[in-house]
């Protein structure tokens, strides 16, 4: 079965770290590059970040220099070390891929603006929630 399952989220106070993670299964995930995605109360679905098959890895300015983004080919996981969060941070997390994965279910696609233009993005995961409160 084609997954995407999120983890990691959960209740921290502003300038907490979160450590977010993806467990792919089902699909060659080393050919995918890969990209967290966020729906927030305030601004909607926006892409938050991505690394790409040879591991370049790009950031929305709301997250740079307090955000990594990695991936564990032989382990099928991508992660997102996040420091310094902000209440604007608050959102339920999604890892997404750039092209559709065959046999993936109960997929949504956006088109997002990324640092690289605009792609789609594919995503079926039930993510994660992050809160960011005092």
């Known amino acids: 079965e084609v997954q995407l399952v999120e983890s990691g989220g959960g209740l921290v106070q502003p300038g907490g770290s979160l450590r977010l993670s993806c467990a792919a299964s089902?699909?060659?995930?080393?050919?995918?590059?890969m990209n967290w995605v966020r729906q927030t109360p305030g601004k909607g679905l926006e892409w938050v970040s991505g690394?790409?098959?040879?591991?370049?890895?790009y950031y929305a300015d709301f997250v740079k220099g307090r955000s990594t983004i990695s991936r564990d080919n032989a382990m099928m996981t991508l992660h997102l070390q996040m420091h310094n969060l902000r209440t604007e941070d608050t959102g339920v997390y999604y890892c997404?891929?750039?092209?559709?994965?065959?046999?993936?279910?109960?997929?949504?696609?956006?088109?997002?603006?990324?640092?690289?233009?605009?792609?789609?993005?594919?995503?079926w995961g039930q993510g994660t929630q992050v809160t960011v409160s005092s």
């Open positions: 997404a891929t750039e092209e559709y994965v065959p046999g993936a279910r109960g997929v949504s696609a956006a088109r997002m603006q990324t640092v690289r233009g605009w792609s789609a993005m594919y995503y």
């Open positions: 089902g699909f060659t995930f080393s050919a995918y590059d």
């Open positions: 690394i790409n098959s040879v591991n370049s890895t």
